[in-house]
C-alpha cells in the first residue's frame, strides 16, 4: 500500500529551475530514509540524491552538488527536490525512493519507486 506520486516536472530551458514534489503514504515516512532517483534514455537509473529519515544528512551525486536541494517535510508526508542552473544532461525521468523494509539503505536501490516525473532542459 505504499505509494509515491511525483509531481512538478516539465520542459524548462538551460539555466533555468524546477521544484519537484513527492507524495507520499503507506507508511509512517519519518522512519525511513527517501530520496530521488533519476533514468536518461538508455542509461541506467542513479542516485541524485538522498535525505535522512530527519533531515539532517544528505547526500548528491557529483554533477548536480551545489545545484539541487532535497528537502522533506514529515508532517505533510512530502519529499522535495529543488533544481536550479539546470543543465541539458539532467533531462531524465526523476523517481522519488523509499526503502522496501526497515534496515534496508536506500543506496543499495532495494526501494519502492514513484511512477517517475519527466524532466527536459533544451533551449
Known amino acids: 500500500q505504499v505509494q509515491l506520486v511525483e509531481s512538478g516536472g516539465g520542459l524548462v530551458q538551460p539555466g533555468g529551475s524546477l521544484r519537484l514534489s513527492c507524495a507520499a503514504s503507506?507508511?509512517?515516512?519519518?522512519?525511513?530514509?527517501m530520496g530521488w532517483f533519476r533514468q536518461a534514455p538508455g542509461k541506467e537509473r542513479d542516485i541524485v540524491a538522498t535525505i535522512s529519515r530527519i533531515g539532517d544528512s544528505t547526500y548528491y551525486t557529483d554533477s548536480v552538488k551545489g545545484r539541487f536541494t532535497i528537502s522533506r517535510d514529515n508532517a505533510k508526508n512530502t519529499l522535495y527536490l529543488q533544481m536550479n542552473s539546470l543543465k541539458p544532461e539532467d533531462t531524465a525521468v526523476y523517481y522519488c525512493a523509499v526503502p522496501r523494509n526497515i534496515g534496508y539503505s536506500i543506496h543499495a536501490n532495494n526501494n519502492y519507486w514513484g511512477q517517475g516525473t519527466q524532466v527536459t532542459v533544451s533551449s
Open positions: 503507506g507508511r509512517t515516512f519519518s522512519n525511513y530514509a
